[in-house]
Structures are given as C-alpha cells and as structure tokens.
C-alpha cells in the first residue's frame, strides 16, 4: 500500500462549478417519517411547498445553472403530495429525476406511477443510526443486518426495470469497520445496484473550540440544529474510509475528486468506478476515463455527467474493449478480463458492469475558524432571504438561513470576534 491513502495527483479534478454542475438539490417538503440521528434538516410537519413555488425554484435553478438531473429530497419527498406531477415536470425539462428517500412509503404502485412520469433513479438512505422503529422488523438492526432492506429495494426497482438504483449511508466512529462489508455486499449485486454513497458524520459536540455568531449576535452551539449532546467523532476523513476499504479491496482506486474551499488537498467527493460482475472485481477505472466521460457527455449534452441508466452501466464488457487505450484502469482491468476469459471462455456470457461507490466529506471546520464546504458543491439548493433575494446555498447547512437569517461564523474560543457593524 502507498504512504499515502490516496494522491490527488493520481486523480481527475471533477469539472463541476457553481454554474455547471452535474447536480442541483430540491427541498419540496421538510417533513419526514423519520427522524435520523446525523440529519442536517428539521423534521416540520405541514411544511409542503405548492408545486408552483417548487416549479419557481426550479426555473430558477435553470436560470442560474447548468445541470444533468434534480435530485429531489427533503424531508421525505414521497411524502409530497405532488410528488408525481413533480418528477414529470422535472422530466419535461430535460432532467433526470432522482428521488432521495428512505424508502418506506415507496410502494410497487406508486414506483410504476414514478416511472410513468419519468422518474431517473432512487438513492435510499439507510443505515443503522435512523431509529427505523415503525415496526419491530428493522428496529435495532445493524449496517449488515440492514442489507436485507437494501436487497428488497434494489430488487423492487429492478423489477421495474431501467431505474438507477443507489445507496447511502452515514458513517459514524463505530460504523466505519462495517464500510468494507457493504462495499462487498454491493460487489454480490453489481447487477442491480448503481452505486454505493458513504458520507461522514459531521455535528457540533460540547467539546467544540469555537464561538458561533450570526451576525454581531453569538449562538449557543446546542441551540443549532445539527448538534450532539455527547461527544463524538466528527473528522473522520475520505482516506480514512479508503484504508478500511482496502483491508478487503487492497486494489479499490479512488479515481476523481472535488477538493475544498478552504483545503485543496481535502476530498469532498472521492468517486471511484469499477469493473466486474457478481464473481470478481476486474479493476477500477482510473481518471483518463472520467475525464473522457465528462468531457464527451458534455460536448454532446452542454453538461456534466451525473447518473447514468443501468443499461448503460451494464456494458462493462463493451467499456473494456473500447477505452482500454485511454486509460490505465482500465486497461489492467482489460487484462484481467481477458485472463478470466481465458481460463474459461464460456464466461463470457457472464454480464459486466460498472458501479460507483462515492465518499461524501461534509463541512470541515478549519482551526481558524473557516468552514471548508465541497468547491463546485453539487448538493446546492435554493434560498430566499428576508429581503426577498433569491440565492444559492448550500443544502447541508440550509438550516442556518433558515433559523438565523445568514451562514453562521465560527470563531476559535482564544480569539476575540471580530463584530461586524450593522
């Protein structure tokens, strides 16, 4: 294993920015039927927006932003009412459709009802922190026993047929030795799940070094939302997961990143892609072969990549034969194909794949006080401020504005704050 878990020289610098980007985030209701442990957003009863003011701000996005899809989130969004107009309206756009759930009141009727009007792909959110008590079946499960639900998703919308199936979860201290298990879970259904997401637990604690100030006002760190009672490990970073990783993928590559705002060398979004089928992992594309992707996608569609259908991630076998001389990645996972088939030619029948798996790192908190947010975030959201301003802001922290009318400060405690006039 290299010194270094991961060399952002070795890696593609994901194209996105804030005017083009692969992603766009959308809030249509901030009610939930859960109330996760590590969630950045408020669970408000009766807070569904109208579909024209959701239809506004997506005019808005378009407006402001180039994007491949809409991810639809929450809250729980399938728990708007509107929830079918909205993904047919978002699909009249020219965008992909995806909903971000937990998956609870998805039903096969109303998934062929989200198809019909166009719905692109699901990311479902579980993992073991949720508190999924409404019923003793999942209640207390671990990450692995919670695989189980995972599975029963994945074969729902495959069943279906042509919808992108991904999974996320956070990941805590105690949940981190479990990444390399649902890594390899997602290897034994390569054929139907997309893409894994891991992303990292970040609250405010008691033992915090800073002051937070809105404006000239100071805020008590546990008056804000996403803030623990108790102690906890909030640093954990993306090579951190990588070196888990590798204690069952030594090979497992990262191939393209988006760095930080106020930490270059900092790994907001790690993406590796790999190769193989429910067997064997060939190999993992290295970051000629994003950066071909994304450049020719955006050559043909003006905009960056963001899903892709399963049908197109089900030509792995195809994508070794004619990208191997572009990329190194890919061209050992060539090899290795090529061996396999060797050994026994009849394998070739055996479908390939591609499959994501995507580290998220939220906010970092800088000693002197900044806050390294994702440079190029694709998670940005709209806001209206108390002047009537239309912005984009970043969804994670959107409670913020919310609550304080503005992004807090954070102030090292040795330092005097520097007050702003009014």
């Excluded at 996105?16 to 969630?39: F, K, V």
């Excluded at 957003?41 to 701000?57: F, Q, T």
């Excluded at 499960?141 to 042509?162: I, P, V």
């Excluded at 993992?284 to 259908?309: N, Q, W």
């Amino acid at each position: 294993m290299e010194a270094r878990t991961v060399d952002a020289a070795r890696l593609y610098r994901l194209p996105w920015t804030m005017p083009d980007n692969g992603i766009t985030w959308l809030e249509p209701t901030a009610h939930c039927n859960l109330n996760c442990y590590g969630c950045y957003r408020k669970n408000i009863k009766n807070s569904n927006k109208s579909l024209e003011e959701v239809k506004h701000e997506l005019d808005f996005f378009q407006s402001m932003r180039k994007t491949d899809c809409i991810s639809i989130a929450g809250g729980e969004p399938l728990l708007y009412p509107h929830i079918v107009e909205l993904v047919a309206d978002i699909k009249s756009r020219g965008l992909k459709p995806i909903i971000n759930s937990n998956g609870i009141a998805l039903t096969k009727e109303l998934l062929h009802e989200l198809k019909k009007a166009g719905v692109f792909g699901f990311t479902f959110h579980i993992d073991s922190k949720q508190g999924r008590g409404r019923g003793p079946e999942w209640e207390g499960k671990s990450e692995l026993e919670l695989n189980q639900l995972r599975l029963h998703y994945a074969e729902m919308l495959a069943s279906e047929g042509g919808i992108a199936c991904s999974f996320n979860s956070t990941v805590y201290e105690d949940t981190l030795q479990y990444v390399p298990d649902l890594v390899e879970w997602a290897h034994r259904h390569i054929d139907i799940v997309n893409t894994m997401v891991f992303i990292l637990f970040r609250y405010i604690t008691p033992d915090t070094p800073y002051d937070f100030y809105a404006g000239s006002k100071k805020i008590i760190w546990n008056d804000i939302h996403y803030h623990s009672e108790k102690e906890e490990k909030t640093d954990i970073m993306a090579p951190d997961v990588v070196a888990e990783i590798r204690k069952r993928y030594p090979d497992f590559s990262p191939a393209a990143y988006l760095n930080g705002t106020h930490a270059p060398d900092h790994f907001k979004w790690l993406l590796t892609e790999r190769v193989g089928n429910k067997n064997r992992i060939f190999g993992y594309a290295g970051s000629k072969f994003i950066e071909l992707v994304m450049t020719l996608y955006h050559y043909k569609r003006d905009r960056y990549l963001s899903y892709a259908t399963p049908k197109t991630l089900g030509l792995g076998r195809t994508t070794l034969f004619n990208t191997w001389m572009f990329d190194s990645g890919i061209r050992k996972a060539f090899r290795k194909y090529l061996a396999y088939l060797a050994a026994n030619p009849f394998r070739v029948f055996r479908k390939v794949n591609m499959q994501s798996i995507m580290i998220i790192q939220p906010v970092d908190l800088m000693p002197n006080g900044d806050q390294s947010m994702c440079d190029g975030c694709p998670d940005i959201t709209y806001w209206k401020d108390k002047d009537g301003k239309e912005q984009l802001v970043w969804s994670c922290r959107l409670e913020e504005p919310m609550q304080y009318g503005d992004f807090l400060r954070m102030v090292p405690k040795n330092e005097k704050a520097e007050v702003p006039e009014n």
